[in-house]
């Protein structure tokens, strides 16, 4: 039983770091062992945002040599973006094992991943010109104090609090997930994929490749792979809904559409608001209510049903 | 402030049971001993009010069940903030109002209050209600009345998935439309949705009827359509007219639907007559 949650603001941004906040919050007893955020702020042509991290939370308490092996591997990183002929523009130290970095860079994508992913104990969290991915263990509240998320001005966001079932309470296996390599698509799902094995390996069978064993992470590389043989966001979506088996919700985000999807014996919650100015989904209503105190009409999208919101 | 209750020991039935006979346990004369405990007296007469939104779901609950204790008949609560398992097990009458959304579980096991809910609800209102009535205004989550067994639940708006899922008894009423495996294993009971309802609707239904007023996605296992009769649509148009809803076309043009029974295959043998025959 995780929570899911998601908002975009149509025609105008807001502080979608404090809100997604508030929403996992009220969402934490669905999920406490982690929670992301991936959140789309303002796009920068030719620019792009890698947010990766060098160790687990829990190395940095294990072993005397683990701050200098941290060190080591962020130089690394540093010195393979310059031998790729990126522009480094911002580097900030999210946390002591959480790295951002802002480019300029006219190459592809997937080569840099692969390159910064090569090295030791480094996981690309997620590239994009406008996505963000931020993933942790502990509360909401302990990830966005962390990694100071309130403020962060954007126009949609999803969000995710896990609770562990079938996988490590880590950071690799937190959700969100980022569609490697294809910049701003991430995932966040609520539910179970059957046919989760069959469906990494044909899609591994195309060249891609998975950094987790998590169910979750397939949608998100099926979705843009789809996209990337030329289906549209919603297209893709519809057709998960036949070649994904299992009990899911999930809520996709790229650089400027927010998209739900519930499976054909909709066996997962989701509580949809919708006005014109603002959209937001999420397990309970409760924390659509965190954002929207007043009395808000809402509703339950229905088994098979795909939605697609533009920014 | 003690909490008085007509709670009185119910005592243990030391009679075997054997065979098909069925024992008397509950005799009228005998009723007042079977009261539920923490079922109050309460004078409808008597109001109060109450700010929900600063308290938690416990505390919520427990403010409804003291002013209930001090015989207040008709309470107003405001500002549930869709919290979850909401006004649950009130065994006794009331006319409660709540001015708001309810999250998951509302009104859960409930015995005989009349709930008027003016917002939403999520997931699973009403499950288990045995006696009274819950209205919403607006829609409702999935899992509707699950394994509802008595009383009238109502929901004027659309409502998600499974609607009645394992009903065995009671009326379900929806103004709009319905998802899907509405009635699934509905086992006695009446339901009907105004508007249309999604796939496998009444899927291994054993008993209970359901009505539609609009497009069915598609009829579950065993589940089949079935002559409308002149008693039911009386019955139908006075219960839609009890809860201000109406149907288009006229309750005649409902499409029933009830079980096939090809499913059935109840076992006639009690166990013990089962071992002396295997």
Redesign the interface.
């Known amino acids: 039983m995780c929570g899911i949650a998601g908002l975009i603001h149509r025609g105008s941004a807001g502080d979608v770091g404090s809100e997604m906040t508030s929403m996992l919050k009220s969402l934490k007893h669905r999920g406490p062992d982690s929670t992301g955020y991936a959140l789309y702020g303002e796009r920068r042509t030719g620019e792009l945002v890698v947010r990766v991290k060098v160790a687990e939370q829990q190395d940095m308490s294990q072993g005397f040599d683990v701050r200098r092996l941290v060190k080591e591997r962020r130089n690394e990183i540093q010195r393979r973006l310059h031998e790729l002929g990126a522009k480094l523009l911002e580097d900030t130290q999210a946390t002591e094992y959480a790295y951002r970095f802002r480019i300029e860079y006219a190459g592809n994508v997937r080569d840099l991943a692969n390159y910064l992913e090569d090295v030791d104990g480094t996981e690309v969290l997620s590239i994009g010109h406008g996505l963000e991915l931020i993933k942790d263990l502990g509360d909401a509240e302990q990830v966005s104090n962390q990694y100071s998320l309130a403020g962060f001005f954007g126009t949609h966001a999803i969000g995710h609090t896990r609770m562990a079932t079938e996988s490590a309470v880590d950071i690799r296996s937190a959700h969100p997930y980022w569609a490697y390599p294809f910049a701003d698509i991430a995932v966040v799902h609520n539910g179970q994929l059957t046919n989760y094995w069959n469906g990494r390996r044909a899609l591994e069978r195309r060249g891609h490749r998975f950094v987790s064993n998590c169910d979750s992470e397939l949608i998100a590389v099926y979705l843009a792979d789809r996209i990337a043989q030329g289906a549209t966001l919603e297209g893709a979506m519809q057709t998960s809904l036949e070649e994904l088996d299992g009990v899911f919700t999930y809520l996709v985000a790229t650089a400027d559409s927010l998209g739900m999807a519930k499976d ?3 066996a997962k ?1 989701m ?1 949809l608001y919708e006005s014109e100015r603002f959209i937001a989904l999420a397990s ?3 924390a ?2 965190s954002i929207f ?1 007043h ?1 808000i ?4 999208p ?2 098979g049903q795909v939605r697609v919101w533009k920014h | 402030m003690p909490v008085t209750t007509k709670e009185t020991p119910l005592g243990i039935h030391a009679e075997r049971l054997s065979g098909r006979s069925q024992q008397r346990f509950f005799r009228p004369e005998e009723a007042a001993r079977f009261t539920y405990p923490q079922a109050f007296e309460v004078d409808f007469n008597k109001q109060a009010q109450f700010d929900a939104g600063p308290l938690s779901t416990r505390e919520i609950n427990l403010k409804l069940r003291e002013l209930m204790s001090e015989g207040f008949g008709t309470v107003i609560m405001t500002n549930p903030g869709a919290k979850h398992a909401l006004a649950v097990g009130i065994l006794n009458r009331l006319n409660l109002r709540i001015e708001g959304s309810l999250g998951y579980f509302g009104c859960g096991l409930i015995d005989g209050p009349n709930i008027h809910i003016t917002g939403r609800v999520g997931w699973s209102c009403a499950e288990n209600m045995l006696a009274g009535t819950v209205v919403i205004e607006k829609n409702a989550g999935s899992t509707f009345g699950a394994a509802l067994r008595g009383g009238d639940l109502v929901c004027k708006g659309d409502v998600g998935a499974r609607v009645g899922i394992d009903m065995k008894g009671g009326t379900i009423i929806v103004g709009g439309r319905a998802g899907a495996f509405c009635g699934f294993m509905m086992q006695r009971g009446r339901m009907v949705i105004l508007g249309d309802v999604g796939k496998n609707l009444g899927d291994s239904m054993y008993d209970g009827t359901i009505y539609v007023g609009g497009k069915i996605g598609s009829l579950g296992v065993d589940a089949i359509p079935a002559e409308m009769t002149a008693l039911e649509v009386q019955w139908l148009e006075r219960k839609l007219k009890q809860y201000g809803l109406e149907c288009p076309r006229g309750a005649n043009s409902l499409q029933k639907i009830c079980a096939g029974r090809q499913l059935w295959n109840y076992d006639n043998l009690e166990p013990a007559e089962k071992k002396l025959i295997l």
């Open positions: 054909v014996m909709a919650p509580v309970e209503e409760v659509i209510r105190p009395e009409d809402t509703s339950d229905y088994e």
